[in-house]
């Protein structure tokens, strides 16, 4: 089933009623509305006169709806998540954290793997140079020692978008904006499905900043990276107004969590896709597979 993200830009009340959640908006004449929570994945708050009650809290992490709010520069800043995100949760927590570093190298040449494959694969499908993409993939050794991640990313996008001396920086020029907040609701969704595969996002197999609370959804987010620069390229191929993030281009960015994607042989929206993902690299780290399913870009 695929669930639904709600957006809020505007000053809303939220409470919950018969498993409903109820939104009652402060301007007389708009009327309320409710939704099943059950129906709801994602919900991003981004005006700062939201109120939301307890009982609306607790229902949405129940349902392991991932809750994200706003920075005053209208960026996803944080994101809520449930103390208990699976039955086994415990026992998946030690298999995590008695993962070998082997292993860890080896899941993390296969991600780099994934993410540089679905780059070349991304800018095949716009009729862009993509062979040494396509090369690098093939190349990258256990941990990825040589650094093939950052090659291919730099080379990436500076070949990716036709705009006049872009570079991928998260304070540069547009469409870095975009890319910003695409990136930002792909880590809540890794975060959610990590979570919900009983795992600790703050415990990587690369990264390990120890400000980072979500090292492993950084990890297990690259390879669906190419899907967020997709959804951008096309956005600046309308040709619009990228210096602000205006609500229907944060409308078309919130489409993320529904995208179609190829995994295993199958379309699937990508929230789910993330799951089996996730639920896969448990399986790695229980003993029962050495690869993580990640889906191939089409």
């Known amino acids: 089933m695929i669930k639904r993200t709600l957006f809020f830009s505007n000053p809303a009340y939220l409470s919950t009623k018969n498993e409903q959640l109820v939104v009652n908006y402060p301007e ?24 939301l009650t307890n009982g609306v809290l607790m229902k949405l992490v ?5 809750l994200i709010t706003c920075d005053q520069q209208h960026m996803p800043c944080s994101f809520l998540q449930p103390l208990v995100g699976h039955t086994e949760q415990t026992v998946r927590y030690r298999y995590q954290l008695d993962a070998s570093i082997p292993l860890k190298k080896n899941l993390w040449q296969h991600t780099v793997m994934a993410k540089i494959a679905n780059q070349g694969l991304h800018m095949k499908a716009r009729g862009k140079y993509s062979l040494k993409l396509e090369r690098w993939s093939k190349e990258v050794k256990s941990g990825d ?22 570079s991928r920086n998260q304070k540069g020029t547009p469409p870095n904006n975009l890319l910003n907040y695409g990136y930002a609701i792909l880590r809540a969704v890794t975060a959610r499905a990590i979570v919900s595969s009983g795992m ?3 415990v990587g197999i690369f990264h390990h900043n120890k400000y980072n609370a979500f090292s492993l959804a950084d990890d297990v987010m690259e390879p669906y990276r190419p899907y967020v620069d997709a959804l951008v390229y096309d956005i600046v191929e309308t ?27 199958n379309k699937s929206p990508l929230m789910n896709a993330m799951s089996r993902t996730t639920n896969s690299m448990y399986e790695c780290f229980y003993g029962n597979s050495r690869k993580i399913l990640y889906p191939v870009f089409c």
């Open 28 to 51: 007389e004449n708009k009327a309320e509305k409710t939704v099943p929570i059950e129906d709801i994945g994602y919900v991003v708050l981004e005006n700062p006169q939201i109120t």
């Open 200 to 202: 600790l996002p703050s």
């Open 145 to 166: 020692t040589q650094n093939h991640e950052a090659v291919a990313a730099a080379h990436y996008f500076q070949n990716l978008f036709d705009v006049d001396g872009f």
């Open 239 to 265: 040709g619009a107004n990228l210096e602000e993030l205006t609500t229907s281009i944060k409308v078309e960015l919130l489409q993320i969590p529904a995208m179609d994607v190829i995994i295993d042989g």
């Open 62 to 66: 129940q349902n392991k709806t991932a």
